[in-house]
């Protein structure tokens, strides 16, 4: 009996959180390594939650927790312990056959090296979360060519990773992202691997993204780059050391 209550009270909170533009929700989420006999705590009792249309930086220093934190909500790993919502849906029961399910439709990464491969032209690139998706070969392409206008593209469709700038390589990798419409846009480090010049173009990109209505999480150490959200989140020692708006929130 008090399973079935637990459940139908974790159901009717999904509903709640869905009802209430909640794109991301932790409640006390952790991720702890066994090493030894020693357990580390590279994650340790977030709260988060992160609404539809938010712009949101995630930054830390190196070892802060911040790319374990990304980790659990990019659906590529679950917690030790807590619960995380995406959607109002409860992911982190699930099996990682599910969170693959979860992370296609729901998530579209962006990753610092790009993750592109290097014989597949750019359109085909683009093509491949549909690909994974079980969707058409004739509706996947005209997706693909929608997402490459996206990121104003569409005169490189036909080139290979080798035959484009890092910046243009980036954008392929953004339209990749973008292609089945995911809830959530996970940025990891976008301009890590750009010069400064090529990275703000790359942010006003995403600028522009955010303006049509993504919701966006960037993962960050850089402070600059963390300041072109609305708001920014600042992860030390695995928990949440500062939760602040910037000066562009509200724009």
Same mark, same amino acid.
């Given at each position: 009996?008090?399973?079935?209550?637990?459940?139908?009270?974790?159901?009717?909170?999904?509903?709640?959180?869905?009802?209430?533009?909640?794109?991301?929700?932790?409640?006390?989420?952790?991720?702890?390594?066994?090493?030894?006999?020693?357990?580390?705590?590279?994650?340790?009792?977030?709260?988060?939650?992160?609404?539809?249309?938010?712009?949101?930086?995630?930054?830390?220093?190196?070892?802060?927790?911040?790319?374990?934190?990304?980790?659990?909500?990019?659906?590529?790993?679950?917690?030790?312990?807590? &619960?995380?919502?995406?959607?109002?849906?409860?992911? =982190?029961? $699930?099996?990682?056959? /599910? +969170?693959?399910? @979860?992370?296609?439709?729901?998530?579209?990464?962006?990753? &610092?090296?790009?993750?592109?491969?290097?014989?597949? =032209?750019? $359109?085909?690139?683009? /093509? +491949?979360?549909? @690909?994974?998706?079980?969707?058409?070969?004739?509706?996947?392409?005209?997706?693909?060519?929608?997402?490459?206008?996206?990121?104003?593209?569409?005169?490189?469709?036909?080139?290979?990773?080798?035959?484009?700038?890092?910046?243009?390589?980036?954008?392929?990798?953004?339209?990749?992202?973008?292609?089945?419409?995911?809830?959530?846009?996970?940025?990891?480090?976008?301009?890590?691997?750009?010069?400064?010049?090529?990275?703000?173009?790359?942010?006003?990109?995403?600028?522009?993204?955010?303006?049509?209505?993504?919701?966006?999480?960037?993962?960050?150490?850089?402070?600059?780059?963390?300041?072109?959200?609305?708001?920014?989140?600042?992860?030390?020692?695995?928990?949440?050391?500062?939760?602040?708006?910037?000066?562009?929130?509200?724009?």
């Amino acid at each position: 009996m008090a399973t079935a209550v637990a459940e139908r009270e974790l159901l009717e909170r999904g509903e709640r959180l869905k009802r209430e533009g909640v794109v991301i929700r932790t409640y006390d989420i952790w991720k702890t390594y066994v090493m030894g006999d020693q357990e580390i705590h590279a994650v340790s009792g977030v709260d988060l939650e992160i609404k539809r249309g938010e712009y949101v930086a995630i930054m830390g220093p190196s070892g802060s927790g911040k790319s374990t934190l990304m980790n659990l909500v990019g659906c590529l790993d679950t917690p030790s312990k807590g &619960q995380y919502y995406i959607n109002g849906n409860l992911v =982190s029961e $699930l099996s990682d056959d /599910e +969170l693959a399910r @979860i992370r296609n439709k729901e998530i579209g990464f962006v990753f &610092q090296t790009f993750n592109l491969l290097p014989r597949a =032209s750019s $359109l085909h690139n683009v /093509e +491949l979360p549909l @690909i994974y998706a079980g969707i058409s070969s004739k509706t996947r392409i005209e997706m693909a060519k929608t997402a490459m206008r996206q990121v104003d593209l569409e005169n490189r469709m036909d080139h290979k990773p080798n035959e484009l700038s890092g910046g243009q390589r980036q954008r392929v990798a953004i339209a990749r992202a973008l292609v089945n419409n995911p809830s959530i846009l996970l940025a990891d480090e976008p301009t890590g691997n750009l010069d400064s010049v090529t990275g703000n173009e790359i942010m006003a990109l995403f600028d522009k993204l955010h303006q049509k209505g993504n919701t966006i999480v960037l993962v960050t150490h850089e402070h600059d780059v963390a300041l072109y959200a609305h708001r920014v989140v600042t992860i030390r020692d695995g928990k949440v050391e500062k939760d602040e708006k910037t000066a562009r929130a509200g724009q």
